[in-house]
């Protein structure tokens, strides 16, 4: 599987900045926009909890069944494994969709404004994926069997 999209450093070091940087924003959005309307607490709290309960547990078991094998960079590392139990075996890339959910619930608690830069990330880091998955498909020849096995790839049930 080959990839249009573009590998931004030899390990992918161009995403991880542009992922910092879309992180950043949707921060500032949170702490700077407008507040959201006290009608909608309750609601609103409820989804921010479900969602970084879920974003911590996509985000923390992926970081707990990679061990030596974590980096941020969309490349993987040399002589790796594919990870396909725990988080893995939910969805591919636990910690994008950690990172989403748990950012989604920075939005709910803080500004609609954080929405705009959060969608802008969605999309990003679906991108990423994508760059990371055609490195995986080249690095270990089993990744085609275990992206047919998970078929989401960032939030359990929903993408």
């Keep these: 599987m ?3 999209l573009p590998q931004l450093g030899r390990r992918g070091e161009g995403w991880v900045a542009l992922q910092i940087v879309l992180v950043a924003v949707m921060a500032a959005a949170g702490t700077k926009g407008r507040k959201w309307p006290p009608a909608s607490r309750v609601v609103r709290m409820a989804a921010a909890g479900l969602s970084g309960l879920g974003g911590l547990y996509l985000f923390g078991g992926a970081v ?3 061990g030596r094998q974590i980096t941020p960079f969309p490349k993987p590392v040399e002589q790796g494994s594919v990870k396909s139990t725990g988080a893995y075996g939910l969805v591919r890339h636990p910690m994008y969709g950690g990172v989403l959910l748990l950012t989604l ?3 709910l608690v803080s500004s609609p404004l ?3 830069p ?5 999309g990003f880091l679906d991108a990423k ?3 990371e998955e ?4 080249e690095e270990h020849p089993d990744y085609e ?3 047919t096995s998970v078929r989401h790839s960032l939030v359990p049930f929903i993408w």
């Design 118 to 122: 959060w969608s802008v990330a969605a």
């Design 129 to 131: 994926r994508r760059r």
């Design 134 to 137: 055609a490195w995986l498909v």
């Design 64 to 66: 707990a069944r990679l």
């Design 145 to 147: 069997e275990y992206r």
């Design 2 to 4: 080959t990839s249009r």
């Design 114 to 116: 954080a929405l705009v």
């Design 105 to 107: 619930a920075w939005s």
